[in-house]
């Protein structure tokens, strides 16, 4: 075994990773979807966005897709379809950015916030079982780097206290739990396209439901113009007005966003394939110290973040030095997390107490994160990074 690059010996990643971890990529099919858009000055209202909102919804497997300026404005559409008030409940985890409370909190709701588990790193159901209230009105399940929420429980909870569950998945982009997508749970879903997530439009989202109500208030919420297009007279007196504000998309993202669309399967068909090889791996190297649990067969799971649990109780080193130790061995890991929104000035101005929610806080502080290899075609990238794994856990790990 060579020595580690910390003292002298050769790094373990050579490749030109600037290339491999390239994201997101845009490619001929971009440029000539925006410049044909550019060239006939349709940059501001254009039928692309209807044809991606029918691509979007038979992606998403739902009746509806509306398409948005971002993930944000779409979770506040949902929050404020289903009549979120001053005075209600939304049970959120705390562990997530904080799109997926702070439109509720702006609504006026309190936010309720919930542990995470270690398996899926999403809400723990067995936590938000304890903070149900007669004011309780949604819940969050986020599904936090495209592992799917535990869904069975969360489902059960919900219908059995009648209260609304909101999917955020804005990373969860082709994800499935028991063969279902997900995004088709909860009464409404909201996925971001954000330029760092695995389907990228650069700043877009995307509202999906099979509820033609949280779908027509969504509509004439944001978007005043396609209010007169609704199949029901309900919002239609609204076409001059709409309900106030203005989200939707434009042509040169929903542009980008059909281009990306086409191409999801082939990419998100690689990043599964590199980063599955890569778990497998490092799952048995002795003394990693890294949490590898078998993914049960009814999650079928995405990878817009490659992020392992590091348990330092193992006895390797902390996980700073072993970050450290990687990245002089070429490796781009970081420690990367959320900052955990109870702690937030928002938040505990308005109560909350940054010591709660001790599990999260120590799951997070153990998150590694390592690239997802979207563009490692022949998966020599992902080689030079087990090899780089074993070398570490070679010299530094725990041989029990
Ligand atoms: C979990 C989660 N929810 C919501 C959002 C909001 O999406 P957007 O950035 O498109 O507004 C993001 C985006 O970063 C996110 O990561």
């Given at each position: 075994?060579?020595?580690?690059?910390?003292?002298?010996?050769?790094?373990?990643?050579?490749?030109?990773?600037?290339?491999?971890?390239?994201?997101?990529?845009?490619?001929?099919?971009?440029?000539?979807?925006?410049?044909?858009?550019?060239?006939?000055?349709?940059?501001?209202?254009?039928?692309?966005?209807d044809?991606?909102?029918?691509?979007?919804?038979?992606?998403?497997?739902?009746?509806y897709?509306?398409?948005?300026?971002?993930?944000?404005?779409?979770?506040?559409?949902?929050?404020?379809?289903?009549?979120?008030?001053?005075?209600?409940?939304?049970?959120?985890?705390?562990?997530?950015?904080?799109?997926?409370a702070?439109?509720?909190?702006?609504?006026?709701?309190?936010?309720?916030?919930?542990?995470s588990?270690?398996?899926?790193?999403?809400?723990?159901?067995?936590?938000?079982?304890?903070?149900?209230?007669?004011?309780?009105?949604?819940?969050?399940?986020?599904?936090?780097?495209?592992y799917?929420?535990?869904?069975?429980?969360?489902?059960?909870?919900?219908?059995?206290?009648?209260?609304?569950?909101i999917?955020?998945?804005?990373?969860?982009?082709?994800?499935?739990?028991?063969?279902?997508?997900?995004?088709?749970?909860?009464?409404?879903a909201?996925?971001?396209?954000?330029?760092?997530?695995?389907?990228?439009?650069?700043?877009?989202?995307?509202?999906?439901?099979?509820?033609?109500e949280?779908?027509?208030?969504?509509?004439?919420?944001?978007?005043?113009?396609?209010?007169?297009?609704l199949?029901?007279?309900?919002?239609?007196?609204?076409?001059?007005?709409?309900?106030?504000l203005?989200?939707?998309?434009?042509?040169?993202?929903?542009?980008?966003?059909?281009?990306?669309?086409?191409?999801?399967?082939?990419?998100?068909?690689?990043i599964?394939?590199?980063?599955e090889?890569f778990?497998?791996?490092?799952?048995?190297?002795?003394?990693?110290?890294?949490?590898?649990?078998?993914?049960?067969?009814?999650?079928?799971?995405?990878?817009?973040?490659?992020?392992?649990?590091?348990?330092e109780?193992?006895?390797?080193?902390p996980?700073?030095?072993?970050?450290?130790v990687l990245?002089?061995?070429?490796?781009?890991?970081?420690?990367?997390?959320?900052?955990?929104?109870?702690?937030q000035?928002?938040?505990?101005?308005?109560?909350?107490?940054?010591?709660?929610?001790?599990?999260?806080?120590?799951?997070?502080?153990?998150?590694?994160?390592?690239?997802?290899?979207?563009?490692?075609?022949?998966g020599?990238?992902?080689?030079?990074y087990?090899?780089?794994?074993?070398?570490?856990?070679?010299?530094?790990?725990?041989?029990?």
């Open positions: 075994m060579d020595k580690l690059a910390i003292d002298g010996g050769p790094r373990s990643v050579t490749l030109d990773q600037d290339r491999l971890l390239k994201w997101p990529v845009l490619g001929k099919e971009e440029e000539d979807a925006v410049l044909d858009l550019m060239r006939k000055g349709d940059i501001s209202s254009s039928s692309v966005v044809d991606f909102a029918k691509e979007f919804a038979a992606f998403a497997g739902t009746k897709a509306l398409p948005q300026v971002n993930g944000t404005a779409c979770l506040l559409s949902a929050f404020f379809s289903i009549g979120i008030k001053p005075g209600d409940e939304v049970i959120v985890p705390t562990n997530t950015y904080w799109a997926s702070m439109p509720a909190a702006f609504l006026g709701a309190k936010i309720v916030f919930c542990e588990e270690k398996t899926s790193l999403g809400i723990d159901p067995s936590d938000i079982a304890k903070k149900i209230t007669k004011k309780t009105k949604a819940i969050v399940p986020v599904h936090l780097y495209g799917p929420c535990d869904m069975d429980p969360i489902m059960e909870i919900a219908n059995k206290h009648s209260i609304t569950v999917e955020d998945a804005s990373h969860a982009h082709g994800t499935e739990y028991r063969g279902k997508k997900i995004g088709t749970f909860g009464a409404c909201v996925f971001s396209l954000q330029g760092t997530k695995i389907l990228p439009a650069g700043e877009a989202g995307v509202l999906v439901t099979n509820d033609i949280i779908y027509e208030k969504s509509v004439a919420l944001g978007h005043y113009e396609r209010v007169s297009s199949e029901r007279e309900n919002y239609k007196k609204y076409r001059r007005t709409g309900l106030g203005k989200h939707r998309l434009s042509p040169l993202h929903a542009a980008i966003a059909r281009c990306q669309l086409k191409k999801f399967p082939e990419v998100n068909g690689r599964t394939r590199n980063c090889k778990r497998a791996a490092i799952k048995n190297i002795k003394g990693t110290g890294f949490f590898l649990p078998d993914i049960p067969k009814h999650v079928k799971r995405g990878y817009f973040m490659n992020q392992i649990v590091y348990d109780g193992y006895g390797i080193i996980r700073a030095e072993l970050v450290q990245g002089t061995e070429g490796l781009r890991v970081g420690q990367s997390r959320y900052e955990l929104l109870h702690k000035a928002y938040f505990t101005e308005r109560g909350n107490k940054p010591d709660d929610f001790a599990f999260t806080e120590k799951l997070v502080s153990q998150l590694v994160s390592f690239p997802n290899f979207p563009w490692d075609e022949t020599e990238l992902v080689d030079q087990i090899r780089g794994v074993e070398k570490v856990a070679y010299y530094l790990g725990d041989e029990t």
